[in-house]
């Protein structure tokens, strides 16, 4: 007794091997059920990553609070001397936040020359007109200093 497979008209010896091939070689005329659940999974976490890069996207572009201010000491030639090591130095620029980058700040390691000049001991000393500020300074202490308005 033969078996023939009505797909591609093989003959075979038994009904098992007819099913085995079947199994193995016909499987795509099989309809498998869509899983809604695994699209739908798939679906919400790339929504999750689109609106996490977005959100941190539009954060890195906000201008800093106090951009305005930095400008306007950077403008009127105030210095701040510093090193990156300093923990007081450090807690001064975080002040500024993402504003820091407009002040006028001098690396007293990369400057050794310039901040022994200067006499510069204490770190952060802020400079203006000749006048040095040593030690952390508040934005107000800055703004009645240099007649800067803190924004």
Same mark, same amino acid.
């Given at each position: ?8 008209? $093989? ?13 193995? #070689?016909?499987?795509?005329?099989i309809k498998k059920p869509v899983?809604?659940? $695994? ?22 572009? #906000? ?43 001098? $690396? ?12 510069? #001991? ?30």
């Open positions: 007794m033969s078996f023939r497979c009505e797909i591609c008209n $093989r003959d075979f010896v038994t009904q098992e091997s007819l099913n085995q091939h079947n199994q193995s #070689k016909h499987t795509t005329d899983n809604f659940k $695994r699209y739908f999974m798939i679906i919400m976490i790339s929504l999750i990553i689109l609106f996490s890069v977005l959100t941190v996207s539009s954060y890195i572009k #906000k201008p800093g609070n106090h951009d305005e201010f930095a400008n306007c000491l950077t403008e009127k030639g105030v210095i701040v001397y510093g090193n990156d090591f300093c923990q007081y130095t450090i807690q001064q620029l975080n002040y500024f936040g993402k504003s820091q980058k407009y002040l006028n700040y001098v $690396r007293c390691t990369d400057n050794e020359e310039l901040c022994n000049e200067k006499d510069i #001991k204490t770190t952060p000393t802020w400079e203006y007109k000749g006048e040095f500020y040593p030690q952390v300074q508040t934005f107000e202490r800055l703004a009645a200093v240099t007649g800067c308005e803190i924004n």
